[in-house]
């Protein structure tokens, strides 16, 4: 497989042959107003400019994956250029009915036994938050991949650490791992997903595996940055297995 990490929680993941498109956000730099009652009310979303082309991103994208439609994983830039008849995977029928009344007309729900051309694709869990947070921040997902010539692949989406993700890490067993960890928080009801301490549970409950984390600096409610995770896996001596990429770098595993 390959990972490409694009901006945000947005990524290029080849798989099995196919070419997955996962949470776009393909607005250019500052088009949208700020999340509110949080940090850096100054700055516009996206804070950071697409690092390649959105023609590039788009090319060849046999299907795309919207865990969940906040404007930061599925936005009106992603909406107008996709094309209307791709491939595209919502978390539940709620999602589904409001992506096609963007005329979307190949919206498929996913379950935890769809299949597409050969890939087994499991719908995960997720928390967006601890506590009273979650009545705002709404249903997520993620989503684990699995091919017969393919290492298992989890993306776990905008969720904070909690018991379903580790069950899935205990039943799954993936080998690579995709975390939001960005800490994104409003001024008040914590993490939205995850911190530092989350990637480390992730890590001690899948030791062996290899860890990506995505969702940093890109949107104005971050709380963790880049640097601030690197010193801290490497101060846990984790390093080896915890990657941090900078948007458009990419990994073949």
């Known amino acids: 497989m390959n990972i490409q ?23 250019d730099k500052g088009s949208y107003p700020p999340f509110p ?11 950071v400019s697409l690092p390649v082309s959105v023609e ?12 969940h439609l906040h404007y930061d994983h599925w936005d009106e830039a992603a909406m107008k250029v996709l094309p209307k ?42 928390e967006h938050g601890r506590g009273e947070i979650l009545k705002i921040a709404g249903q ?15 993306i776990a989406g905008d969720t904070v650490w909690y018991d379903a993700v580790h069950d899935v ?27 530092k301490d989350d990637v480390y549970e992730v890590y001690k409950a899948a030791p062996n595996a290899k ?6 600096e890109a949107v104005n409610h971050w709380a963790l940055s880049r640097d601030e995770l690197k010193g801290f896996i490497q101060d846990k001596g984790i390093s080896p297995n915890v990657y941090v990429p900078m948007d458009n770098e990419s990994y073949t595993i």
Not at 169 to 195: C, H, T
Not at 211 to 216: A, E, L, S
């Open 5 to 27: 990490h694009i901006r945000n929680a947005t990524l290029v993941v080849e798989y099995g042959g196919k070419r997955f498109l996962i949470d776009p956000m393909l607005a």
């Open 37 to 47: 009652n949080s940090p850096r009310q100054d700055q516009k979303n996206p804070l």
């Open 56 to 67: 590039t991103i788009i090319n060849n994208i046999d299907a795309v994956i919207v865990t």
């Open 85 to 126: 008849d791709i491939k595209l995977f919502a978390q539940n029928e709620e999602d589904a009915t409001e992506i096609k009344a963007s005329g979307f007309n190949n919206v498929e729900v996913l379950y935890e036994d769809t299949v597409y051309e050969g890939i087994q694709l499991i719908k995960t869990k997720g």
């Open 140 to 154: 997520v997902c993620g989503v684990v991949f699995k091919h017969p010539l393919e290492k298992t692949l989890y």
């Open 169 to 195: 890490i205990n039943s799954q067993s993936p080998e690579v791992i995709v975390v939001n960890a960005g800490d994104n928080q409003f001024y008040e009801g914590g993490s939205l997903v995850m911190g």
């Open 211 to 216: 860890i990506i984390t995505v969702h940093m």
